[in-house]
């Protein structure tokens, strides 16, 4: 067990969402806050395989991908509590999600598409949005998987400016959780 400033956890945090619904951002503020370790697990894929993400689709493909992706979350989550950020469709993989649901506690970022496309125009590095218009790929995703994510612990709106004020929602819910739990 790890304490934080305000609540005590005792499972990993697993924060899913879409690409750019500030996973990685909320995630390592989160973990502060908390005073936990972050972990970002495309860090860890790429820490693995010794190449990016970009290059583990191109050379290898997304199905090897996905394998990776798998192998890696499924050790993450058998570790000490942490705040892990995973990649967007890491939740949508059911061996992941049964893991994430069985042995974490997840949040669902959830973002609006003009929000998601502004965070993911910052940087091109995502193989999934280089094949064709990053609006229409989104959307598609938005469809495909909102049901998905919908099935988190907890749902935070992270269309919020201020990433403060999105930490201070998860840390609410979070209590809130622990307090129905009991
Ligand atoms: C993916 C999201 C990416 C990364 C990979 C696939 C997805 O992570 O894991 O490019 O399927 O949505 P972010 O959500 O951190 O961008």
Redesign the pocket.
């Known amino acids: 067990m790890t304490s934080g400033p305000h609540i005590t956890i005792s499972k990993p945090i697993v924060l899913v ?5 500030g ?2 951002t909320i995630g390592r503020r989160l973990a502060t806050t908390l005073d936990l370790q972050f972990i ?3 860090n860890e ?1 790429v820490e693995a395989a010794g190449c990016s ?2 290059d583990i ?1 191109e050379t290898y493909g ?1 199905a090897i ?1 996905r394998d990776l ?1 798998q192998r890696v979350l499924l050790r993450l989550l058998s570790g000490p509590p942490c705040v892990l ?6 939740f ?1 993989q059911p061996a992941i999600r049964e893991a994430i649901q069985a042995k974490g506690i997840s949040i669902w970022l959830k973002a609006d598409l003009d929000i998601l496309l502004e965070r ?1 125009s910052r940087r091109d ?5 280089k094949t064709g218009d990053k609006g229409v790929i989104l959307t598609r ?1 938005m469809e495909e ?1 909102y049901p998905i994510y919908a099935q988190a612990d907890i749902t935070i709106d992270s269309n919020a400016g201020l990433h403060e004020t999105v930490v201070d929602s998860i840390i609410g819910e979070l209590s809130k959780l622990k307090a129905t739990a009991q």
């Open positions: 969402g879409l690409m750019g619904a996973k990685s970002d697990s495309d894929i993400i970009a689709f997304e991908f992706e950020a995973t990649g967007g469709g890491a949508i993911v590095t995502r193989p999934l949005l995703l998987r």
